[in-house]
Each structure stands twice: as C-alpha cells, then as structure tokens.
C-alpha cells in the first residue's frame, strides 16, 4: 500500500504499468570465464515512455540484494529428475539457488525505484555465491533474467521478454556460500533475545501451521472449492497439499531470527526473509531472518476485517510465505493475491503468495 506522502508525488509519475513501459537488456562482461568468480551480469532496463515509472525492484533484475534475480540452467545432454532441481527441458537442467529471498516491507521506500522518462538504471550482478554450480560441474550455463515488474503489491505486472544469457565455465566452480550453513535446530526454533518479539515469533508460526493444516482440510473437503481455483488453477492439488503439510509439519531444521542480519536485508527494506542452502534438490539450511517491520504488521485475526485483494501485512500470513520458502524452495514471482493468480500454473506452484493467499482467504471463510 502506498504512503499519503508518495501518494502526493504520483501526478509526475505513470500511475501503474502497461506493455512497453519498460526494455530490458542484459549482457555478461565475458561470455567465457575460468571461475565463477568471473561472472558479471549487467542489466540495464529502460523507461521509453514521457513519464516516470515506479517499480518495486525486488524479485527481478532491478533487486541488488543477494536474491534470486535470475533462472540459472546448465546445458547438459540428458533429463534430470530432482525434487526441486526439475529440468527445464530435454537439453537443460535447473541449477538451484542458495541465496537469500526476502519478502519487502511494501511500506518502505527501499523496495522501490524511479526510473526517469527516457532514462535507464544498470543493475551488476555478481552470482558466484548464489547459485550452486558445484552441483553441476563446468560447462555451458544460460542466464535468463526475471523480467516481471509492478508498481506496488497487488498491482498489474508485466513482463518483458528477454533471451537468457549463456557463459561458459571452463573450471572453477567450487560452492561459495553468503552465510555458514548448518543444521543445529529440530523444526523450526525461535531464535530471539526480545521477550515480546520471541512471543510474536511464537504466536506466527503456530498461526502459519494453523493456516497451512486449513488449508490441506479445504482442499481435502470441498472438491468445489471456490478459493482452489483462484490461487492454483491447473495445478495438481496433490503438488499443493504436500507444500502445506510441509509448512503444517514443520519441515527440516531451522532457526527464525529477530537480531541477526547477515544478508543486510533488513536495512534495505525486508520485513523477513529466508536464507536458503540446496543441493541436488535437497534444502540443507534454511534459517528464516524477522527484520523490525516484520513484528509492526498486524496480527492474524485482523485480516477478518479486510478484503483478500488488500491483505500482504499480517504476521501469521508473511510467516507462512517464509516457511514456504523454508520447507517447500518457493520463489517470488510477484506480490499479491489479485496480481498472483495471472500466473502460469508451473510459477503458481513455485511462488510464495500462491500459498499465503490461499491459505488466507481458506481461513477468512472458515475461521472469522
């Protein structure tokens, strides 16, 4: 939602997004490198139009945050099957991310960038330690750049077309890592040294269980169900139900944080994020990280008061968008349960806010 105070500055800027009201380029300093060190990919997107455009630069190629920018593939010669590391196709395997996926505080002005009628912003964007190569070897990779823009939450997006970028590794593709990883935690374990922000930790992770075992009953129970097709339209309800019941059950071992920032995201204009570590589809660490706007949203029970379209603030909610990063690898596609619902059914399945959404709207029909 936006502030009155950029309410006020919007007579100068495109009010939201339309086809055309943005070009993407993106280009690697070298298109062969011995390590993946090397890797330098510049993105420049382009405002064509006579009007300044506002967009949200988190979960595309505008995001300088160690985040997931990129579709990252390694050209290989056969299928691979792995449970988050699908092949894309006959010729390319996934390659999976291991940085750091936040979700934005939509209050803050940090998540958002103008860009000048006419004028362009380059983005540099080093991968080496967020990506996991070492799990696929040296080779030929291709590069293809989220390219999915709105101006706010909840907003209409588009996305730009672009062709991925292929760079050949010829050596050096040993794993880096942004943070140490490590499996110290049974479930998910509050990690807080606030009294009352250890109780809102608490509070929002039981409500995100409790969202996520609704969810599973109303899946299992209302074969009509006016909410499923909303939020995950052709896609297997089985896929979905074993994404909640990960979140209801707690999946894997991690730690959730109220005082550490190790990806320096919380002063950057997170609410939360989840840092992740994968390989060969497996998720070894995913410690989740509560920044101060996290414990300033509003509690679960609030929502019953508020439209589906207009919720992306309530504790329970963000926590459960976190943990779906957390169990189930999600990404961030686009933010908004109106916005989410123009996804393909394969992004569907892979985005945060499908799941929140949903489980959202569940509990506003069940639980209120």
Not at 265 to 290: K, Q, R, T
Request: proline fraction near 4%; charged fraction near 20%; charge should be negative.
């Amino acid at each position: 939602m936006f502030r009155a105070s950029v309410l006020l500055s919007l007579a100068t800027l495109a009010l939201g997004l339309a086809n055309g009201d943005l070009r993407v380029s993106v280009k690697a300093v070298s298109s062969s490198v011995r390590s993946v060190d090397d890797i330098v990919l510049t993105a420049v997107v382009t405002n064509p139009t006579a009007a300044d455009v506002r967009v949200l630069k988190i979960a595309n190629v505008l995001d300088t945050n160690p985040t997931d920018s990129f579709a990252v593939t390694k050209v290989v010669g056969s299928n691979s099957a792995e449970s988050f590391a699908a092949t894309t196709s006959e010729e390319e395997e996934a390659v999976e991310f291991i940085g750091a996926i936040a979700y934005p505080d939509f209050t803050n002005e940090a998540n958002y960038v103008t860009i000048p009628a006419g004028q362009s912003i380059a983005v540099n964007h080093t991968l080496s330690a967020l990506y996991n190569f070492e799990g696929h070897g040296p080779g030929s990779y291709k590069f293809a750049p989220w390219t999915i823009f709105q101006s706010g939450p909840d907003s209409d997006a588009i996305v730009v077309d672009i062709e991925p970028v292929t760079i050949e590794i010829s050596e050096d593709v040993a794993r880096r890592s942004l943070f140490e990883e490590h499996l110290v935690a049974r479930g998910s374990t509050p990690n807080c040294n606030d009294a009352t922000k250890l109780q809102r930790i608490r509070d929002a992770l039981a409500n995100s269980k409790d969202l996520a075992r609704g969810a599973t009953a109303h899946i299992n129970n209302v074969p009509n169900s006016l909410q499923y097709p909303k939020f995950f339209s052709g896609v297997d309800k089985q896929a979905v139900k074993d994404r909640f019941n990960w979140i209801a059950n707690d999946k894997g071992n991690r730690q959730v944080y109220c005082n550490r920032d190790p990806a320096n995201l919380c002063n950057n204009g997170a609410a939360a994020y989840v840092m992740l570590s994968l390989s060969g589809g497996n998720i070894l660490a995913s410690d989740a990280y509560m920044c101060n706007g996290f414990f300033n949203f509003q509690p679960t029970g609030d929502i019953c008061k508020q439209n589906i379209d207009d919720i992306n603030n309530s504790r329970g909610g963000v926590m459960l968008h976190e943990m779906s990063h957390a169990t189930a690898a999600t990404t961030d596609h686009i933010y908004g349960c109106r916005a989410v619902r123009n996804l393909n059914a394969q992004q569907k399945l892979s985005n945060a806010d499908n799941f929140q959404c949903m489980a959202l709207a569940v509990w506003r029909v069940s639980g209120c």
